[in-house]
């Protein structure tokens, strides 16, 4: 007789091993079903996902290394400290960041262990419904098959890079993020096709380490979905201070790999030109990932981009099969992934579980660092939303000072009538951590009169948050 659990879940990364914690967690018979897409240097199957094991961890861990290289090179002087002579090992930084990606996955297994959520290793897809039970197979790559029943079943399969026509990805020359992670020297000359998250950070990581990094980006504008004052101030200190060649309105021709690196021919403002380079990253975006799992078999619906069609909790068009991450609509960030993966296990057991899409952040690890929440300026001028904008720099803060990184500020968007804090945007350091609080006003619908009346600690980034508060007001202290 088949397996048979409350729940299954299809997919061990962000989305799919957090539904399966909460899942297990509200007491029901939890398995998650992981393809052994990632392995250990043992063979033995790595969770987490995109995220953990070729994302988000891993790319902060290099831009972590990265940061310090290029603060050492170029900041400490200022604090009276010399370092003639500074050297990067890549084979120790890669090595780190692999630790890191060891220690995190192996963490999700222990974590499995304590919820007792049953691990299934293998690729799973539906096969077909009996009474109430949808029956998934797992098929492992040894070869070996099994069906196990489930009364609910959630596709946590995530996302894989969109690769171009013409442009075939080897991970050692060409390379998408998998590769680009894990490049065993710096390249003399690197490009870079796409100037989004993955395009910035990743082209940061190598530019800081020593590449010539040229970015072809195929929008005439940069960073289209950020506030454009916080793009235009990207785009000055990437390109003027950091020297990112970022070349917008690209339109990729011809590229050719031979012993030489790579050509790619490429046309921008009406010219032709020929970029070659040692290594290319090719990150145009991910597409949802639903290869072979089995949804003609039970008629689960996938619209015209590739996603499995959800409502807003995530409910597919079957009963009891669910679908959260970055294989649904929405922005493919792992908390959304995995606050919709904790929404889906709360309804599963009758409970309010629920999502707010409008106060979801947005963080790119560059440096100076971009994160918001939120309306942009420019979405509320489309919209018609009358506003108040509040924006501060760093340059006058304290602590910034104290840092020796002023780049940067903080703006504040409230309504003009409610003063309902509608977005937030911050560039500059630490912007990650301090967007936190926006996200939290922004959850609790809270004024920018609220921000500005509360205590921030002195001397800290976050007075700069606290200031743009009150310059909605137009009553800033310091400033
Ligand atoms: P995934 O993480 O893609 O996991 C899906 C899992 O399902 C995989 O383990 C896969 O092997 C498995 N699977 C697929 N099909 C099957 C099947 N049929 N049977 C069994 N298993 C299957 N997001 C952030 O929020 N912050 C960041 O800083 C960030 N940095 C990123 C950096 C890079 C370089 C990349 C590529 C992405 C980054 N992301 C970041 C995005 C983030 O990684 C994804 O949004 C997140 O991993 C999506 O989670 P998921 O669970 O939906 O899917
Ligand atoms: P992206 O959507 O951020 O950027 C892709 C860029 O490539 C866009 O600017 C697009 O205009 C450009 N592009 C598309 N086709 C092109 C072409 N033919 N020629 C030149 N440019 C082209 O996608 P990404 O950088 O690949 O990242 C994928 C996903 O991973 C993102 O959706 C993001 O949500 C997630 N991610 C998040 C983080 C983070 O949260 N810090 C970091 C990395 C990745």
């Known amino acids: 007789m088949s397996k048979q659990f409350d729940v ?23 398995a998650c079903v992981e393809s052994e897409s990632y392995a250990d240097p043992k063979g033995e199957v790595r969770l987490g996902g995109t ?43 890669v090595r780190r960041k692999d ?7 192996q963490g999700i297994k222990g974590l499995f262990k ?41 596709v946590a399969t995530g996302s894989k890079p969109r690769h171009l026509d013409g442009i075939p990805v080897d991970n050692k020359i060409v390379c998408d993020n998998a590769g680009a992670l894990s490049f065993d020297a710096v390249p003399k000359r690197l490009g870079v096709i796409g100037a989004g998250v993955i ?33 235009k101030e990207a785009w000055k200190v990437f390109t003027r201070k950091q ?20 050509t790619i021919a490429y046309e921008a403002a009406d010219e032709v030109h020929t970029l070659q380079c040692d290594r290319l990253i090719v990150s145009v975006g991910r597409v949802p990932n639903t290869d072979n799992l ?31 991450g970055d294989v649904v609509r929405g922005p493919m960030l792992a908390h959304k992934g995995m606050e919709e993966g904790v929404m889906v296990a709360e309804r599963i057991v009758g409970q309010a579980g629920h999502v707010n899409y409008d106060a979801i952040p947005w963080v790119m690890y560059t440096h100076p660092e971009i994160a918001w929440v939120g309306k942009t300026e420019e979405q509320l001028k489309n919209e018609g939303v009358e ?59 809270a004024s920018s009169e609220d921000l500005a009346r509360i205590c921030h600690a002195h001397p800290t980034l976050s007075e700069v948050m606290h200031e743009a508060a009150l310059a909605v007001d137009k009553r800033p202290l310091h400033f």
Not at 216 to 228: R, V
Not at 243 to 262: F, N, P, R
């Open 8 to 30: 299954v879940v299809i997919g061990a990364g962000p989305g799919g091993y957090v539904a399966a914690i909460r899942a297990a967690q509200l007491g029901l018979s939890t």
């Open 51 to 93: 995220c953990l094991n070729v994302g988000c961890i891993p790319s902060k861990a290099l831009l972590q290394s990265s940061e310090l290289y290029d603060q050492a090179n170029h900041s400490f002087v200022m604090h009276g400290i010399s370092t003639e002579g500074v050297k990067m090992d890549v084979a120790t930084m």
């Open 99 to 105: 630790n890191i990606v060891g220690q995190l996955t």
């Open 114 to 154: 304590k919820n007792k959520v049953a691990l299934l290793s293998g690729h799973g897809r539906f096969v077909g419904r009996e009474n109430d039970l949808w029956q998934v197979e797992v098929a492992a790559k040894d070869g070996g098959t099994e069906i196990v029943e489930a009364r609910h079943v959630i």
């Open 199 to 231: 395009g910035l950070e990743l082209g940061s990581v190598w530019k800081r380490l020593g590449a010539e990094v040229t970015i072809l980006e195929a929008l005439p504008d940069f960073l289209a979905a950020a506030d454009q004052a916080v793009a």
């Open 243 to 262: 020297g990112l060649d970022i070349q917008l309105g690209a339109k990729i021709g011809k590229v050719t790999v031979d012993e030489m690196g790579v």
């Open 294 to 324: 089995g949804a003609d078999n039970v008629g689960l619906k996938i619209d015209a981009r590739g996603r499995i069609e959800v409502d807003d909790h995530c409910q597919t068009n079957l009963p009891n099969v669910w679908a959260v």
């Open 387 to 445: 506003y108040r904008a509040g924006q501060i720099p760093f340059a006058a803060n304290g602590r910034a000072l104290g840092q020796g990184d002023t780049t940067g500020f903080v703006k504040v968007l409230a309504c003009s009538r409610t003063d309902r804090i509608l977005g937030v945007h911050v560039i500059g350091n630490n912007a990650s951590e301090l967007i936190a609080e926006a996200v939290v006003a922004v959850e609790f619908g």
